[in-house]
DNA sequence: TCGAATTTGTGCGTATGTATC
DNA sequence: GGATACATACGCACAAATTCG
């Protein structure tokens, strides 16, 4: 048996008087000075101790004011839904449920597929395809980019070429692709966990390496089985939640 | 301007090397004590240096033996499935598939729920439940964690008490919880992604906050609609891809 | 087989910088 | 502006892992 590290003992200890209610959400703590004084170390020793409460989110530190009790509060998270019948316009509404204002920006241009996409979308690399770039907002604050694919093999020569032109502009992939009479069903989806990007750290406005939600969306022409879209979504790590499946009924 | 802490300096000095070639994926790259003394400082320092260029991926080090450069080997990705048809052993199986030997090591011992737990379960605060912890191995890496919960109202007095005990261990929740007449049809999963914590990165060989993919996985009563299973699943971001929905068959 | 040398990992103290009040 | 508080950088001592004769 060996002995606890001090910063280890310091920090249970004051785990112990957080969750037991010594401390509540909002309090202030003791200094990392105090703290080392008490217990007969150096300040060091009780900052490491904090290191440690911050990393498990119990406490949050404020440079040059003192480490406070961390509230329950949840950080809002939006939700992601995986619906068994697709909806229209799933951003806005999705956001709307939450009490927010999603808005979006985008950009379309034609570009030729690459190795992956091609791959992706059952076509051929070179072939033809509408790129859209999506930048999504939540109260104004950039919170989820995304990048789409569609052939153009399925969309060309009719209205919906360009996904937020026209008079289909913001209606979702499934609703448009109703309107050629494709039925896309339910989109497979791949869910990563990895760090942020320079570009998407800072479109978002978080750190690089911050962890982000990587979902590969593809949807399917469900009496054809070919591909007819895929897209990139990135997002928050700390701000979203994908849930797939849907709680039962209780009679 | 300030000058650049001396570990910076180091830093990007073996950066320059590794990356123009002096240093190849595989090479033994100077002890820290050598970095010091080349450059008047305390080995420490060189620790330091080495540690930004560790979090980086650009350097690997190994203790006792020394830091040597990173391969870019990208590391095979195992999938983890979504079914409808709820499968048995999902995680030996599924490993099985990616050709990797997949075991488990699992320890139950009987709990109180507390608020979350209970919540999640739609039972009470301090309700009496049986928690299972689980270490997943591929080819005795381990590379998911999971923490399951269930109350004992549902399983207790019956043969399933202990999830992983007597003649239906190792079977999966859906298959086990057949056993008492329960069908539990498809799980609600909730999917995040966040920086793992110490113990988990301890646990799954990663730094502390790389990426994880964290689920929270809730069976339910297809037949009342309640709660019988709820777990916390935990996987190494650069190993895992969490998988929705099937691709429709192609006539 | 074993033990000494080498190397990295951990813990902690001190000095200094910077933000807050 | 002064006092207080956290953040960063660095040096040292010791522990743990590896290597090699």
Redesign the interface.
Known sequence: MVDPAPYLVIAEDLRGRIVGGEFTPGDRLPSVAELGRDHGVSPSVGARAYA?LV??GLVISRHGAGHYVRGTESPELLVRR?RAQPEDSPFAQGVAEQGAAGTWRHESATATADADTAERLGIGPGEPVMRTEYVYLADDVPVQLATSWEPIAVTGQSMIVLPEAGPHAGIGVAARMRVIGVDV???????????ATRAEATALGINPS?????VER?Y?D?A???PVETADVV?R??R????????????
């Open positions: 440690v990393e498990d995986h069903g339910e989109a497979v989806e791949r869910v990563r966990s990895r760090g911050a962890p982000v939600l990587a593809t399917y469900q054809t089985g070919r997002m790590g700390d979203w939640v994908a849930v797939y499946g849907t709680v039962p009924a209780r009679p």
